[in-house]
């Protein structure tokens, strides 16, 4: 269901998580503790990622009809403003690795992916389908592949490392996040408003989740390309079924109101992921010998995230960042409905 404003608050509550959950993986040391282990095993690994990936390529999806509704749109024009935005991102994702935080940078891979999908922003859902089922695999054999590669290709401040990291092994392969992202550009290419979508991907999603993940069991969980696959599968199912659920019960008034923060959050994920990484920087340049992970610090970067955003929301509205980026793209027009789709809108 969407809100006044035309935003999807269960498309901006699943963001929140996604963008929470990475705060799990950058901030959070794991303990013998059982809200520790069940907190982990929530938030941490595949999970929030995938989900910002798929919940991301909704987004770009709709953000793609948004522009397509203007009286000036046309082919070029929409894809110069997606290639603007994918510039900007990868521009802000550079900056950002220049200082230390413990954050693997996700932003620059995220512009990256807009600029992938340029051409690709009207191809029919079927060759983007099979463009997933194609990319995942061929990413996961390269990813597993290039540790017999040669040393040399890893010397620092060569030539090759940043685009390997982008492509091959770093926290964000290209080419697996394509089959994320397509999955997603497709799912926003229908009517998400509608109850029955909402349930088909619940139902879907959690098809595809159990299955994986009885296969990964029958593999034992051994470090394997199967295993792979089915892990990066089961990640799919669940944010799949996790987006069609949380459309589902944010048509309730009494669980918008309650999830309103973690909503609040998913409308300025570019703002908070940001912000959250200067504020690990700066910690970490005040004080280099700190632990890199501190439950404290976890808890004042996931409670201050919620109080920031909501304030700010019921205040003025949109992100700072957001703001800016829209400004930037051109895509800040009085002409253009907003549907709750700021593609960055989503980061691990």
Sequence with gaps: MADRSGRLAGLDIARGIAVLGMFVAHAWPSSDTAFSHILVGLANGERPRTLFAVVGGISLALFVRSLARRTDADAVRIRRTVAVRGVALVALGLFLQTMYSGVSIVLDTWGLLFLFFVPLLRVPSRWLIGLAAVALPVGVALERSSDTWSPLLRLPNTLFVQPLDWFVWGSYPLLIWVSFLGVGYVLGRL?????????????????????????????????????????????????VALVG???????????????????????????????????????YALDPTQPVKDQTVWILLTLGSLVFATLWRLLLGQGPLERALRALDGSRQKNVRPTGIEPMTSTV
């Design 191 to 239: 009517d998400i408003t509608a109850r029955r979508t909402q349930l088909w991907m619940l139902g879907s999603g959690l098809v595809v989740a159990v299955a994986a993940q009885l296969a990964l069991k029958a593999l034992f969980g051994a470090p394997s390309f199967a295993a792979e696959i089915s892990a990066h599968l089961s990640a799919i199912g669940v944010a």
């Design 245 to 283: 659920g949380l459309c589902l019960i944010s048509a309730s008034k009494v669980v918008s109101i309650i999830l309103y923060p973690l909503g609040s959050v998913g409308m300025m994920p570019l703002t908070i992921y940001t912000g959250h990484v200067l504020i690990l920087a700066l910690r």
